[in-house]
């Protein structure tokens, strides 16, 4: 690449051919600078680079230039060309492992859903308003909020894979609450656990140690025995094992914990192989025997019994993770009274199976629980 003379009946001027097209210069220094700059990757600005820049710059009436190319370059040019349907195929086989049965059910919705607005479209076209046209075309209120949370779901798996760095989301309005929480009464929380203690060994010490930390079934499965400190009497759920990726210490235990505890091995994993689905088998079979339990009743039972027990909202969201006591005071206080809060905390294996005794011999239900009398000897 060089300076050329170009004479001319007007003016001399030096002509410098880029790869774009000739360009023209007044005198040899300012086209050897062109070059020097071009060389060097500081290309000048052309004239049309420059009428781009006016227009560039009338369309954003006064906003900063700098700040929309970085916000272009967050939102619009680093999202993956692959289709959407085939990602959230991806998403679905790649997260099962984590998931309840019943949210694997719930989570087809969806998915079909998805599939059907973005059908042929690459993650690369998602923008905001056919976030909220998909969201929209569900039918009531709380089906578009449960669609917004689950697609949000997977948009942040695409982030994490790196498939797609950000996108603003449409702002989807919570609907309201369908009332109170549900939670298990007394005399079925100890018919449940003698249930328990008669036809699913296996999974009673994880059972109770829901039923009196609230540690959620996830966090419990991924558990570790080493993470169990019986002489200072405190579960540490390490980032990896919490839902909030957090850390936190359930530093709080009633004095009927450590008896149940003690019907286990304690080493390798709390829960044993297999333990959700266990633990589903075993509500189904409660409430054919009539016991009201429902699937998220232990970590409901843990904190209406504990808001009752310790009359404050605040050690209980400590304990159970929440950042705010707000939820556990609007939803789990004033159900439970002191008293019945004393005798929850206060269950044993032994003393499960004796107020329990005269109930199961007018069920029918078989008596054997000898051994475990014996253990907690």
């Not at 692959?82 to 309840?100: C, F, G, N, P, Q």
């Not at 982030?159 to 007394?186: S, V, W």
């Not at 003698?194 to 930390?213: G, K, Y």
Request: net charge positive; glycine share 4%; charged share 30%.
């Amino acid at each position: 690449m060089r300076a050329i003379h170009v004479p001319s009946r007007v003016s001399s001027k030096w002509m410098v051919r880029f790869p774009e097209g000739r360009r023209y210069f007044a005198d040899e220094e300012t086209a050897r600078n062109a070059i020097d700059q071009f060389l060097a990757g500081d290309d000048p600005v052309s004239k049309r680079d420059m009428d781009d820049l006016r227009i560039a710059r009338r369309m954003l009436a006064g906003a900063d230039l700098l700040e929309a190319v970085r916000y272009y370059i967050d939102h619009a040019g680093t999202a993956s060309d692959r289709m959407i349907s085939e990602l959230i195929d991806e998403w679905v086989k790649e997260e099962t492992a984590e998931w309840r049965p019943k949210y694997i059910e719930t989570i087809r919705t969806m998915v079909t859903l998805v599939k059907r607005e973005f059908d042929g479209k690459a993650l690369s076209s998602l923008n905001r308003d056919a976030v909220r046209r998909m969201v929209h075309s569900s039918s009531s209120a709380h089906q578009r909020w449960d669609t917004f949370v689950r697609f949000r779901s997977f948009l942040n798996w695409c982030k994490r894979n790196r498939l797609l760095r950000e996108l603003d989301l449409p702002a989807i309005k919570k609907p309201a609450g369908d009332g109170d929480i549900h939670f298990t009464k007394l005399v079925d929380v100890q018919r449940l656990l003698r249930l328990a203690m008669e036809t699913h060994e296996s999974a009673i010490v994880p059972v109770a140690i829901q039923l009196f930390t609230g540690i959620r079934t996830a966090e419990v499965m991924r558990l570790d025995w080493s993470s169990v400190n019986i002489s200072e009497q405190m579960i540490r759920v390490a980032a990896s094992v919490a839902k909030t990726s957090a850390v936190r210490v359930v530093d709080w235990w009633p004095e009927n914990l450590l008896p149940w505890l003690m019907l286990a091995k304690r080493s390798g994993r709390v829960a044993p192989s297999g333990y959700l689905k266990t633990k589903v088998r075993l509500q189904d079979e409660a409430r054919r025997m009539g016991i009201d339990v429902q699937q998220n009743d232990m970590r409901h039972n843990y904190a209406t019994y504990g808001v009752a027990f310790f009359q404050s909202a605040g050690r209980i969201a400590l304990q159970m993770g929440h950042r705010k006591a707000d939820t556990l005071f609007t939803h789990y206080r004033g159900f439970a009274s002191k008293a019945e809060a004393e005798t929850y905390f206060a269950l044993t294996p032994e003393g499960v199976t004796t107020a329990t005794e005269t109930w199961w011999n007018l069920t029918g239900h078989p008596a054997s629980i000898g051994r475990y009398a014996k253990k907690t000897a």
